[in-house]
């Protein structure tokens, strides 16, 4: 899943965007989805969400290995934390499903769908700003924020990365799997599972301590640190289309704000 999750070039609309407007746009739906709890109201976010993987022109194959795992995730973790949801207070309870001690209500699985859809209408936002934004543009964006330039590029560092150490992972492991080691279905329960995981695991280690001393070293070569700023390649700049998307984006997150203060307070539940 790793591995999808990394920048792909491109020159799409979401592409050619300053990257701090994608950072806003991330910002932006985290605020509108956290804001509602309406899943009529969040289920339109995730719609709007969704459309920018065809905008950013994203190749859905890529998508489709990050979407099913979290799908999984999403809708595990949304039950198991709100299936005993003790719905709305002062309002009667609809058991839909009831055995022994334990009563699953009708508000319990709306509030399970309303968080759901929180981080279904939160993902594609997400995706799309890895796979849209190259690190090093990531880093020129944090120090144009003001933050740190090595924490900028600790973020550069683990977004460049993560994708390449999952490969190595599938490498070694296939690696491993042609020289006769058992890795898909090892037997003794826990203890041989982790046996069969040392085959990969030391080698991953062991090669993710020789690219960090590389880097290490590069960095040091380069007198990284030395002094309190740096001068960067990259530079970013705003552009119309820039202001348009902010703008549209902050009044999103304005009339969901206004809407969960004054007009969807509560749990929506078609009761």
Excluded at 63 to 71: A, E, Q, R, S, Y
Excluded at 82 to 90: D, E, K, Q, S
């Amino acid at each position: 899943m790793l591995v999808s999750f990394k920048y792909i070039h491109g020159d799409s609309l979401i592409h050619r965007l300053d990257v701090r407007t994608k950072l806003f746009m991330v910002f932006a739906y985290l605020v509108m989805a956290l804001s509602l709890l309406d899943m009529r109201v969040l289920a339109i976010l995730f719609v709007s969400s969704a459309m920018l993987w065809p905008l950013a022109k994203t190749p859905m194959k890529e998508v489709g290995k990050l979407l099913i795992p979290m799908l999984i995730f999403i809708a595990f973790f949304s039950f198991a934390t709100n299936a005993f949801y003790p719905g709305i207070a002062g309002k009667p309870y609809h058991i839909v499903y009831q055995w022994g001690w334990i009563k699953i209500s009708l508000e319990a699985l709306i509030y399970s769908a309303t968080v759901a859809l929180r981080y279904l209408a939160i993902f594609p936002a997400a995706t799309v700003f890895i796979m849209t934004t190259h690190p090093t543009k990531m880093s020129v964006a944090l120090a144009k924020l003001k933050i740190p330039y090595k924490l900028a590029y600790v973020m550069n560092i683990a977004l460049r990365y993560l994708p390449t150490l999952a490969l190595d992972y599938e490498i070694i492991k296939n690696a491993q799997r042609a020289r006769g080691f058992e890795m898909d279905r090892p037997q003794g329960g826990l203890v041989g599972r982790l046996k069969a995981a040392l085959p990969v695991m030391i080698p991953m280690v062991m090669d993710s301590i020789n690219r960090a001393e590389l880097i290490a070293d590069a960095m040091d070569l380069r007198c990284f640190g030395v002094y309190k700023d740096r001068t960067w390649y990259h530079d970013l700049k705003f552009t119309k289309t820039d202001y348009i998307v902010c703008t549209i984006l902050l009044i999103g997150v304005i009339t969901c704000i206004l809407l969960r203060l004054f007009v969807l307070k509560r749990l929506w539940v078609p009761v």
